[in-house]
């Protein structure tokens, strides 16, 4: 199975700030990777599919790299409702899901 | 627009069985796999299971294995999950969600409904 370990666990960050969380796979997944969003008591949000590609509909201040085991999202200048859980997921021969990122406002 | 709408949730006794729904409109259900995902109370995201387009692949997680069964009626633009001797470890929102392929590879989940709550306690 392949292992998805997200840093941090979670960050407090301000409205404007750039903010990068990492997700590292336990083995090779080449660009096989998406980020989700999710606010409480909704369901997740696709923001980033294949490593670097931006869902349609997500705002340019989101950004994905990253291929083999390190991946990185980024917020360019934090928004207020950007303030949310993140996951990252691989799908190589079936999905896993990092454990998830907290963001919270400083 | 899409729309993935889950149903059959509720709460169940341990050891017994429960059978989800979902729904699907405003894309071509059978051109897609389709999944079910579950978040446990104030936990992360995990992955159940997924059937392809045809219902000729599926998959699940260990933790379900033997217990659960995923299905489709793409007459019906419906998925199902049949779950079966249900352990309070089971009790989370369950989303059903469409499948990527990309460049024929599994890839990432699209769509996801609003999720249903399965409460598994004596």
């Known amino acids: 199975d392949i292992q998805m370990t997200q840093s941090p666990s979670s960050v407090s960050a301000s409205v404007g700030d750039r903010v990068t969380i990492t997700c590292r796979a336990s083995?090779?997944?080449?660009?096989?990777l998406a980020w989700y969003q999710q606010k409480p008591g909704k369901a997740p949000k696709l923001l980033i599919y294949?490593?670097?590609s931006l869902q349609s509909g997500v705002p340019s201040r989101f950004s994905g790299s990253g291929s083999g085991t390190d991946f990185t999202l980024t917020i360019s200048s934090l928004q207020p409702e950007d303030f949310a859980t993140y996951y990252c997921?691989?799908?190589?021969?079936?999905?896993?899901f990092g454990q998830g990122t907290r963001l919270e406002i400083k | 627009q899409v729309q993935l709408v889950e149903s059959g949730g509720g709460l169940v006794k341990p050891g017994g069985s429960l059978r989800l729904s979902c729904a699907a409109s405003g894309f071509t259900f059978s051109d897609y796999y389709m999944s079910w995902i579950r978040q446990a109370p104030g936990k992360g995201l995990e992955w159940v299971s997924y059937i392809s387009s045809s219902s000729s692949y599926t998959n699940y997680a260990d933790s379900v294995k033997g217990r659960f069964t995923i299905s489709r009626d793409n007459a019906k633009n419906s998925l199902y999950l049949q779950m079966n001797s249900l352990r309070a470890e089971d009790t989370a929102v369950y989303y059903c969600?469409?499948?990527?392929?990309?460049?024929?590879?599994?890839?990432?989940?699209?769509?996801w409904g609003q999720g249903t709550l399965v409460t598994v306690s004596s």
């Open positions: 997921q691989q799908a190589n021969s079936f999905p896993t």
């Open positions: 294949a490593a670097s």
């Open positions: 969600a469409n499948l990527l392929l990309w460049f024929g590879e599994l890839s990432h989940f699209d769509y």
């Open positions: 083995q090779g997944i080449s660009s096989w």
